[in-house]
């Protein structure tokens, strides 16, 4: 059973998951309870209740196969769980007509495929689908989302180029600029800085910051533990299906939660740019040099303390 939302602690006291998923339902927009998601006979997630903070940009982190994307894929309605349920304003998201969901919470999803042939004002202007009717066709306001979307993603110069004849890196800014077309108070991104190089990693990571600070409430999974760290102002971080951690960077950001989350010594230290925690990989081998620059006859094998660790002079082995 997973622990209270905002309660890490080893030695909590606090209320069980159980009544944090409810209460969670009752104070947040989209929440799960009682998880059991999995594909054909294997298991992923059992008996998992996990809270998304309004207005925050949480961000999903863990090892591989550890039920990330699948945790993300049922809250956006992909992968109907076989138990619990997956609350929208406290109510089954099964019971929301499809156009009526995708316009409360959009998907940037792993992986996707783009028509043949389609361009890219084409396959961006998809995400106002959501807003079409008999009644109510392509307006100013869908132009001017499509608009947005293309220019805050730099695809304006290139919205007539097929979209298969793009760079990796510039189709995921394509199915990016269409989850931003969709103009939805909740969107999820399943790893959306895949493909992309450092710089435009941090362009897409700095405009979720953006589009967070102008309300809108973002879960996203990353594998980059530093960035994560940098720009979410909430944090879960799974293994084998369950949450072994989740709160604000600088609670969560432990070397005991590197350790027991990616089974990795790490040395926690203060981001020198930003403050917050920044994360040391150590190794198994991992060792570290004498105060004397260029001397390598002594070798230390414990890291300097850190404010973000629990212990003083010794990290999780």
């Not at 110069?157 to 510039?170: C, E, F, I, T």
């Not at 979410?232 to 590197?258: L, N």
Request: charged share 20%; hydrophobic share 40%.
């Amino acid at each position: 059973m997973t622990p209270d939302p905002m309660n890490t602690g080893p030695n909590s006291t606090g209320p069980t998951s159980t009544d944090s998923a409810l209460d969670g339902a009752r104070s947040h927009r989209l929440t799960g309870a009682g998880l059991e998601i999995g594909y054909g006979d294997r298991t992923i997630i059992a008996d998992l209740d996990v809270v998304i903070p309004d207005a925050s940009f949480t961000v999903i982190v863990g090892p591989n196969a550890c039920g990330k994307s699948t945790l993300l894929r049922s809250l956006s309605r992909l992968l109907a769980p076989r138990g619990g349920s997956v609350l929208l304003d406290g109510k089954d998201v099964k019971g929301f007509r499809g156009k009526e969901f995708a316009r409360e919470v959009g998907l940037l999803p792993q992986q996707s495929i783009a028509p043949e042939g389609i361009t890219i004002i084409d396959l961006v202007s998809r995400g106002r689908f959501p807003y079409q009717t008999m009644f109510r066709q392509w307006t100013d306001e869908d132009q001017a989302a499509v608009d947005f979307a293309l220019q805050v993603t730099r695809l304006t110069d290139l919205s007539q180029r097929p979209v298969h004849a793009l760079s990796g890196g510039q189709r995921q800014r394509v199915w990016i600029a269409m989850a931003l077309a969709q103009q939805t108070p909740i969107l999820l991104l399943d790893e959306p800085t895949t493909y992309l190089d450092l710089a435009h990693q941090i362009e897409v990571l700095e405009l979720c910051t953006t589009l967070n600070q102008s309300g809108t409430t973002l879960v996203a999974v990353l594998h980059d533990l530093n960035q994560a760290a940098r720009y979410a102002s909430h944090i879960i971080a799974m293994r084998s299906g369950d949450i072994v951690a989740q709160g604000a960077p600088s609670e969560v950001i432990t070397a005991d939660m590197v350790h027991r989350t990616f089974g990795v010594r790490a040395r926690i230290i203060d981001d020198p740019e930003t403050n917050t925690p920044l994360v040391i990989p150590l190794g198994d081998g991992a060792v570290s040099f004498d105060e004397v620059p260029g001397d390598t006859a002594n070798l230390r094998a414990s890291p300097q303390p850190s404010a973000h660790t629990s212990t003083t002079t010794e990290e999780i082995r």
